[in-house]
């Protein structure tokens, strides 16, 4: 059954009314007319104090009585093969309880310097590292390729003899694939539109009155959450299984626990209470997982197994690096008609190294042609990272685009805003950008100004999907004491979701944020969403409202029993009830609470497809962002001063949480843009800055004045209307930089990081 | 795994001297011994920790500049005397690493530390300083290694910002033995890989470093210093200079030292460029010329040859400030 509700859709300043059609339990979705509490208001985060003050316990403060620590062997060598193992020695030490092989039979085949070999359990973690010195193998090594211009060379040696299929997780993107072929170290192309004929496409460039084509390379970064990847697993003596887990998926790790050991869903809990971020590398159970529940349940003792930073940084994820080249036809007004890319990037022993969603989403284009393809290397596994592919495929796209519009004499905003013209949420953002960046004082002539120290600005987009899940099932309750709580499984990947659970509640019932209860991080808590695709607002949130509402509703028959009316006669303001006749008459929400039968109201509601017979909702998540930067010429330091974001996400929830995650998206983009590498030593493939001292990223000194815009999005297709904010954030940033430092010098940084030894070299050529 | 030790909380530096036996380290803050103890690079029968030590804990500016070995960093940095006569010192104290680093980390343990190199630092690489047969980084990724001394054998950068500053001010240090206190130059403190490779500096085991003393008459004279670093919060240098200097009444450089960081295996001096300073016009125009005309007997490895052209800018700049000139650079 379907009720018809009118609602205010649209920007604020520009919203029309539609009627839609919703599920008679529903209740009608904020929209653009919605006067509320909280909802979109800056609210704290209701563990904040907790997270200050150390009381929050992560995976890694875990500590069971009898637990041991468990720790990874890894190999020093890129490539070749074990062929025997010896742990005999390892295990005789005292104090260890098992060592087990990373993998069941041999051969192991190592590919990549970093690769687990055996893990040890030991009664403390300096025990277990003892003994992995005690593990002796027999091995020989191998030729390896550590870049991709490397591994793509004819008789280069190949990391892998058989075909790969791409594992997927729920932070990339398309899990779908068509065969997709490999040759070498070569794994694709993926061709896009897969009919298109590359010859015609060429000749149709060709004829492009203007045309552009530069080529763009973006460096491997890893992901560096604050807390590693970890659990600690209790395997019960009567085969329950019991899982604290530092994960952004706490579904993901129970199935594939409970998968790999053939054990019933129902018999594996994961916990994560609260997690120090993932960034998209900890979705599912991951080496370290299955291994410390083998561990666990060959001593029948709980077992810890995080890995080391060093760990964290050769082996559970990394963002691809990319060679892309680019090139852009347009007419010579400047209309965009062709778009081409060429792209190659590795993920190491992994996969998912495509950068092609800026091209294909952004512009209006007549004709576009993408290839591109995965490179293996002799390096640790690629994983799902802040917008798989986007932060690489923007460097490129946005700095072509201001390549282009500077070939041809457009201001860059002017090029980006006659060639998206179709997109109105844009069009708004860059007005609002511009004005509160004042893009207008922007050098006009790049690297015109004088003396060594030259200021610029630059301008980038970004675009993400909205993405979202169905079937999370979120639980209300309500007991006789009055007492709210919300329930579901979902963990809190550091962005704030259980505030906004608390939030949406409280506005629902008409109460105060930190009166309820919130449990979350616990598969058994309801089927939640993992924090993938920026989805865990988007997927959760309706499905709280929705039970929040239904528990209003059984309040309010309550309430219209005890006025004796019925219930259309009850009217609520804030958590009263009062008779519609008779206002005097009214009951606190205590009041009516202390008359539920038994000791509770208990309801949920599942996550439903958005609304239907409606127009078609706009799916994409826009963004664009300004940047500010000061170019020391004489020594080639870049300094950020300044981001201004402009951001649509549909419907925001908290604005303080959002504006964090937008915060750390361009913290990350700045650490990526200016910092971040990963360094293999070129002669033995092992990582040479497998910490975080040479591993660098920015710190509090290199964060500028960062100025949001948030549109409010009203698009009302679920109850909430909330859309994602986590991974759009981090796209566009190092692109506007790049974008600034040309402003600035007049010379273009195509390669990331931009570090000074680069900005020196660039100059210097300039200069020849 | 770090080994089990015997520890040692001495109160006074002749009892220190005593308790040293032959596998045995001092430690001061800690920063670096405990680091390298971590990851394995080092390794020892007893440790001794000298920061109960209250006599090596000073700043004296009755006639030098005396400051004690075990003064914390960020004392440097604040004290008020050190901040009008030498400058360059406190501005290289409150460049290093992170507030609670400063905290801890003394003059002493930053003017003894081991080298930063990555290949040093890990255990993967046994390299030439570890008592290995090669330098990973000659053939490596040498992107923050030296442009100087680095045909030996070894190509690391002394890490220690304020030996630069140091050295400039021509500072000694004075160095309690089982016989004597000794006078040692800093100038002359520090090997070169050709040298001694496994070695840094000339403190011998069981020696003690008591103080560092600048002679009054390198105080209260103009002083540059910079530090250029890839980014702003906590990261090691990748060029840093100082220069103490003079400028005299006919308007020419006088008695001018010039130091580079991040440059060599050593605080590395501009003896020839110091030389063509001397009585040289501070215009711009002359300080152009001595730049143009430095660093040709640098020797940069395959990835660090921007470092040359950073110092140029740095010499340059540091030139035109000692001048009171505006830098064009
Ligand atoms: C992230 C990071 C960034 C850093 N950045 C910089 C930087 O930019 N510039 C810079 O200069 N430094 C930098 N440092 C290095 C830091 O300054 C040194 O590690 C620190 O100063 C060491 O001092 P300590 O007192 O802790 O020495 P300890 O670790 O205690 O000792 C170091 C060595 O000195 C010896 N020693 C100490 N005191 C005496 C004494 N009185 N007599 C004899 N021997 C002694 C010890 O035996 C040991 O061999 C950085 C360090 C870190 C971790």
Redesign the pocket.
């Known amino acids: 059954m379907n009720k018809k509700e009118k609602v205010s859709v649209g920007l604020p300043d520009n919203l029309r009314e539609i009627i839609i059609e919703i599920p008679e339990d529903e209740p009608k979705p904020w929209d653009g007319k919605s006067e509320l509490n909280y909802i979109g208001k800056r609210v704290k985060r209701i563990d904040g104090i907790d997270k200050t003050t150390g009381k929050a316990k992560y995976t890694f403060d875990v500590k069971i009585p009898g637990m041991l620590y468990a720790k990874f062997l890894r190999s020093d060598f890129p490539a070749g093969t074990i062929s025997e193992i010896d742990l005999s020695k390892a295990q005789k030490l005292k104090g260890v309880y098992s060592v087990l092989p990373a993998q069941d039979d041999l051969p192991l085949i190592i590919r990549y310097a970093g690769q687990e070999i055996a893990a040890v359990a030991a009664e403390t973690a300096e025990i277990a590292e003892t003994a992995l010195q005690q593990i002796t193998f027999k091995h020989t090594t191998s030729d390896f390729v550590l870049s991709v211009e490397d591994a793509i060379r004819e008789n280069a040696p190949l990391v892998y003899q058989t075909t790969v299929k791409e594992k997927t997780t729920e932070g990339d993107l398309d899990s779908s694939e068509s065969s997709v072929v490999q040759e070498g170290n070569i794994r694709g192309p993926k061709i896009f539109p897969e009919d298109e004929n590359a010859e015609k496409f060429d000749d149709y460039l060709r004829n492009c009155e203007v045309i552009h084509t530069a080529e763009y390379r973006t460096q491997v970064q890893t992901h560096s959450a604050m807390e590693t990847h970890g659990v600690v697993v209790e395997w019960g003596s009567d085969d329950k299984v019991k899982v604290w887990a530092s994960t952004q998926g706490t579904f993901s790790v129970r199935n594939d626990i409970a998968d790999y050991f053939k054990l019933k869903y129902n018999d594996v809990r994961v916990i994560t209470e609260f997690m120090g971020g993932g960034f998209g590398a900890k979705f599912g159970a991951g080496l370290y997982g299955i291994m410390a529940a083998k561990l666990s349940r060959a001593t029948g003792k709980p077992v810890r197994l995080m890995l080391d930073r060093k760990g964290e940084h050769l082996s559970v994820g990394n963002r691809p690096d990319s060679l892309q080249k680019l090139s852009i036809g347009t007419t010579k007004e400047g209309k965009i008609k062709a778009l081409k890319l060429i792209s190659l990037g590795t993920g190491g022993v992994g996969t998912g190294a495509g950068t092609s969603g800026p091209i294909k989403n952004i512009y209006d284009y007549e004709k576009i042609y993408v290839e591109e393809s995965d490179v293996f290397i002799n390096a640790g596994p690629a994983a799902a990272f802040r917008a798989p592919g986007h932060p690489q495929g923007a460097f490129a796209l946005e700095q072509a685009i201001d390549e282009m519009a500077h070939k041809l004499g457009i201001d860059p905003l002017e090029f980006r805003r006659i060639n998206t013209t179709g997109n109105y949420i844009r069009q708004t953002q860059y007005v609002l950008g511009a004005e509160k960046f004042g893009w207008d004082k922007r050098n006009q002539v790049p690297g015109s100004i004088k003396g060594p120290i030259k200021r610029g600005f630059g301008v980038a987009n970004s675009v993400w999907y909205y993405i979202y899940n169905k079937g999370f099932v979120a639980t209300v309750t309500i007991n006789r004491r009055g007492e709210v709580q919300v329930i579901n499984g979902v963990q809190d990947i550091g962005g704030g979701i259980g505030t906004v659970l608390a939030m949406i509640v409280a506005e629902e019932l008409g109460l105060e944020p930190d009166q309820i209860t919130v449990k979350i991080g616990d598969t058994d808590n309801g089927f939640g969403p993992a924090s993938g695709g920026s989805q865990t607002t988007a997927g959760i949130t309706p499905a709280v409202r929705n039970a929040a509402y239904k528990a209003k509703i059984r309040m309010i028959e309550l309430a219209a029993s005890i006025l004796g009316k019925t219930t259309d006669k009850v009217t609520m303001e804030g958590s009263r009830f009062s008779d519609g006749d008779d206002i005097s008459k009214s009951l606190s929400f205590q009041q009516v609470a202390a008359k539920i039968p038994g000791d509770e109201i208990r309801v949920t509601a599942e996550r439903r497809s958005d609304n239907l017979g409606r127009e078609e909702i706009k799916t994409t998540i826009d963004g664009v962002q300004f940047a500010d930067v000061t170019v020391d010429t004489g020594t080639g330091v870049v300094k950020v001063n300044r981001i201004v974001a402009v951001h649509d996400c549909g419907r925001p929830m908290d604005r303080l949480t959002l504006e964090s995650q937008i915060n750390g998206g361009i913290i990350q983009g700045i650490s990526y843009a200016l910092y971040e590498n990963r360094i293999l030593d070129r002669n033995t493939g092992i990582m040479v800055n497998p910490n975080l001292?040479m591993y660098k990223i920015a710190g509090a000194r290199d964060v500028p004045q960062i100025e949001t815009i948030i549109m409010d999005f009203n698009q009302a297709m679920n109850s909430t209307g909330a859309m994602g904010i986590g991974e759009p954030a981090t796209i566009p940033t190092s692109a506007a930089i790049a974008n600034a430092v040309f402003n600035a010098i007049g010379v273009r940084l195509r390669s990331l990081p931009i570090t000074p030894d680069k900005i020196l070299a660039a100059l210097e050529e300039q200069s020849k | 795994m770090i080994k089990d030790f015997e520890y040692y909380l001495p109160k006074a530096t002749e009892q220190a001297l005593t308790l040293f036996s032959k596998n045995s380290?001092?430690?001061?803050?800690?920063?670096?011994?405990?680091?390298l103890l971590k990851e394995n690079i080092v390794s020892y029968d007893s440790i001794i920790n000298?920061s109960g030590i209250d006599s090596?804990d000073f700043i004296d500016t009755e006639i030098d500049l005396k400051i004690g070995?075990?003064v914390s960093?960020q004392k440097i940095a604040d004290s008020q005397p050190i901040q009008k006569y030498c400058p360059a010192l406190s501005e290289s104290a409150s460049?290093?690493?992170?507030p609670h680093?400063r905290n801890?980390?003394?003059l002493?343990?930053?003017l003894?530390?081991?080298p930063r190199c990555w290949y040093f630092r890990s255990k993967d690489f046994d390299c030439s300083r570890k008592g290995g047969k090669v330098c990973f980084a000659i053939d490596g990724e040498n992107k923050y290694h030296s442009i100087y001394g680095n045909q030996d054998g070894c190509a690391f950068v002394n890490?220690?910002?304020?030996a630069t500053v140091l050295t400039a001010l021509n500072a000694r240090l004075q160095i309690l033995t089982k016989k004597e206190i000794k006078t040692i130059n800093l100038r002359d403190f520090y090997y070169l890989p050709a040298e001694k490779l496994t070695c840094e500096h000339k403190?011998n085991d069981g020696?003690?470093?008591l103080s560092v003393t600048v002679e009054k008459e390198n105080l209260l004279r103009k002083n540059y210093y910079c530090k250029i670093k890839e980014k702003q919060s906590?990261d090691?240098?990748i060029a840093e200079i100082c220069i103490i200097g003079g400028i005299n009444s006919l308007g020419n450089f006088e008695n001018v030292s010039i130091v580079l960081g991040s440059a060599a295996p050593i605080p590395w001096r501009m003896i020839k460029e110091e030389k063509k300073l001397e009585g040289l016009q501070a215009t711009t125009k002359y300080i152009g010329n001595v730049v143009e005309s430095s660093f040709s007997d640098a020797n940069p490895l395959r990835d660090n040859a921007y470092k040359v052209k950073l110092f140029r800018t740095l010499l340059y700049r540091g030139l035109c400030s000692i001048a009171g000139l505006e830098s064009e650079r």
């Open positions: 001292e | 380290a001092y430690k001061a803050g800690g920063i670096d011994l405990l680091d000298l090596l070995a075990g960093i460049e290093i690493a992170t680093i801890i980390a003394t002493g343990g930053n003894c530390q081991k890490p220690s910002g304020m403190l020696e003690i470093l906590s090691w240098p």
